[in-house]
């Protein structure tokens, strides 16, 4: 079992700036994929960007530019840095880990409860 713990969502004006964190903790291996999710109300949860074991990342087009996936690996941990925030950004963002088992065909998600962020004038 992986346990997700997420921190940093808030209140922001648009153009500001947030970090989350994500920290896993658990019987974590060293083959995964990691990231955010959000979900806006009204709106169906979408990827907004991820990190794999081996460093490659992807952002979902409405992010590129604006946000910024990074680790730690020693801590088990990755951020998003979200810089100049639209009020379309506002959602709840869960951060997720898929790990991969000894055949390429087993994999196990594990999700976090979510930190809402919102931006508002």
């Known amino acids: 079992q992986v346990q997700l713990v997420e921190s940093g969502g808030g209140l922001v004006q648009p153009g500001g700036s947030l970090r989350l964190s994500c920290a896993a903790s658990?019987?974590?291996?060293?083959?995964?994929?990691m990231g955010w999710y959000r979900q806006a109300p009204g709106k169906q949860r979408e990827l907004v960007a991820a990190?794999?074991?081996?460093?490659?990342?992807n952002y979902a087009d409405s992010v590129k530019g604006r946000f910024t996936l990074s680790r730690d690996n020693a801590k088990n941990t990755v951020y998003l840095q979200m810089n100049s925030l639209k009020p379309d950004d506002t959602a709840v963002y869960y951060c997720?880990?898929?790990?991969?088992?000894?055949?390429?065909?087993?994999?196990?998600?594990?999700w976090g409860q979510g930190t809402q962020v919102t931006v508002s004038s």
């Open positions: 997720k880990r898929r790990e991969y088992g000894l055949r390429d065909e087993d994999e196990y998600d594990y």
């Open positions: 658990g019987s974590v291996n060293n083959h995964y994929v």
């Open positions: 990190i794999a074991s081996g460093g490659t990342t």
